[in-house]
């Protein structure tokens, strides 16, 4: 892909939702950690559900390391992978407790430091709470950044830095939430909307869905109906069928000439 469809998709996206924002819900970098945390393998919707009432009863690393790890499990149990979740949480509150003030530390050797925290966590954190440019990869960024041809690659790293190198410099602050939001409900995994899509033009994939059908179209090109199994079933039987009455009937002449 070319730097001008790159700057054409992201100026649509800008102008379309010029603030993008997590679809988490927090309130302090401290909140948004522990959410972040605890999205892994889970949504945000069930994330938010379970962090309501944790952050409402513990909203500090302090307050967490006294509420305990029971009860944070209680709170997450809804939450996949929630025992192991919940004890990262109270390690992590351990640590910033204990070396960072309570503070949650604002550079990647840092985070990347605590218990349950990885890169894409770390990016996320940075990006959003401290708003320091920095891409974090998940499915929908990994496949949004392959199929558009914005930013290919065979990993999460090769596509994050191909990203940061790519992205035009005015949109890399904000292009990890426009990436998220347009896999999450337009550039979908299995049925791609790209009839609804604002970039169909600019995207390079070259199987383009018609969300109607369900099925694959070249860009521009209007898919057709694709014939269910029923009308296929019976088309195959009214060709047999003809074909048989065509035997019958030139055995029958051959028989008239003789």
Known sequence: ????????????????????????EYNSPF??????????QATDVSVNAATKGLYAEADTPAKMLALGEAKVRHHIRTIGLFNTKAKNVIKT?????????????DTREALEALPGVGRKTANVVLNTAFRQIAMAVDTHIFRVSNRTGIAPGKDV?????KLLKFVPHDYLLDAHHWLILHG???CVARN?????CGIVDLCEFKQKTNR???????????AKKAPSKKRVANGKQTVRKKTT???LKTKAKKKTVK
């Open 184 to 186: 999450r409900y337009v």
């Open 157 to 161: 790293i090769e596509v994050e830095k």
């Open 93 to 105: 509150c351990q640590i910033l407790q204990d070396e960072h003030n309570g503070i949650v530390p």
């Open 1 to 24: 892909m070319n730097p001008k469809k790159r700057e054409q998709i992201f100026s649509y996206w800008k102008a379309a939702n010029p603030e993008p924002k997590t679809e988490l």
């Open 192 to 196: 791609p909307k790209c009839a609804e």
């Open 245 to 247: 009455r065509t035997k």
């Open 212 to 222: 109607k059908t369900g099925v694959r179209a070249k860009p521009g090109v209007k």
């Open 31 to 40: 909140e948004l950690l522990i959410s972040v945390l605890l999205s892994a």
